[in-house]
């Protein structure tokens, strides 16, 4: 089920020639996903396998504020990053553990889980359109990524006007894609990576805009409001919202101006 467009490193087993190949997190038995201890970037595919039934664990690296100001990333950047870089040396979070095969940044990530799960298009036609929504939704998030990142004082100065404007631009965008293709889902019948990312990019703008006193993002785009409720009300999911390591984690880390 791997995709045949990913190249991935597999690190060899420790020789004379490679003494830094070392075994991988993971007990090989099911997927191992690394990401800070938020939701971000690592929802959505904590979403896709709980659907699809694949076995996954989730390891959440913390980070600790620190007396006098500033933040510790030690368990990450201290502890297991420079170990994995000898595997793979572009690794950073997240990451993916599948036996003896370490991916990591998020969109060959999120190609490859969407292969094991299934969901990365039925056919041609599907792929591609998974493949042009899947980058919309990655720029909406860049976008507030740019916004709770920033300085402060432009996130003050700007936070309405990105709702208003520079976010409800993207759904617009997502809902007159759904009106022109005429499907329930992004690219086709049922759901795909891309819609998971974009129901966690509607959920957590939903909640920004509530938490501001503003209007749901939702009531603009009836089809995409239909997505999140039909993905919200999935069985398989049931466990997942009330999960204090899942939907209730931060959405962002402690240094966002938006939790």
């Known amino acids: ?101 370490l991916i990591t940044q998020s969109q060959p990530v999120f190609n490859y889980v969407a292969s094991k799960c299934k969901m990365a298009g039925k056919t041609p036609d599907e792929e591609l359109k998974v493949a042009q929504t899947l980058a919309q939704v990655y720029d909406l998030r860049n976008a507030l990524i740019d916004l709770c990142y920033g300085p402060m004082e432009d996130f003050d100065a700007k936070w309405e006007s990105y709702l208003e404007t520079r976010a409800q631009s993207h759904f617009s965008k997502l809902e007159a894609w759904l009106e022109v293709m005429g499907t329930p889902y992004l690219a086709g019948s049922s759901p795909t990576v891309a819609d998971f990312h974009c129901w966690e990019m509607v959920d957590v703008h939903d909640i920004f805009a509530k938490s501001k006193g503003k209007p749901s993002v939702l009531d603009k785009c009836p089809k995409l409001a239909t997505i999140h409720a039909s993905i919200k009300a999935m069985p398989q999911l049931a466990s997942y919202w009330d999960d204090e390591e899942g939907y209730k984690l931060k959405i962002n880390n402690k240094m966002a101006h938006f939790k």
């Open 1 to 101: 089920l791997r995709n045949p467009h990913l190249r991935i490193l597999t690190p060899r087993s420790p020789t004379q020639e490679n003494p830094q190949a070392m075994p991988l997190p993971g007990d090989g038995q099911k997927l191992t996903l690394a990401y800070w201890s938020i939701r971000g970037l690592a929802a959505p595919v904590r979403m896709m396998c709980m659907v699809a039934g694949v076995p996954l664990e989730f390891k959440a690296y913390p980070l600790h504020e620190k007396e006098g100001g500033g933040y510790d990333g030690s368990a990450w950047f201290g502890e297991d990053k420079p170990s994995l870089a000898k595997i793979n040396p572009l690794i950073n979070l997240p990451y993916l553990v599948d036996g003896n095969t």
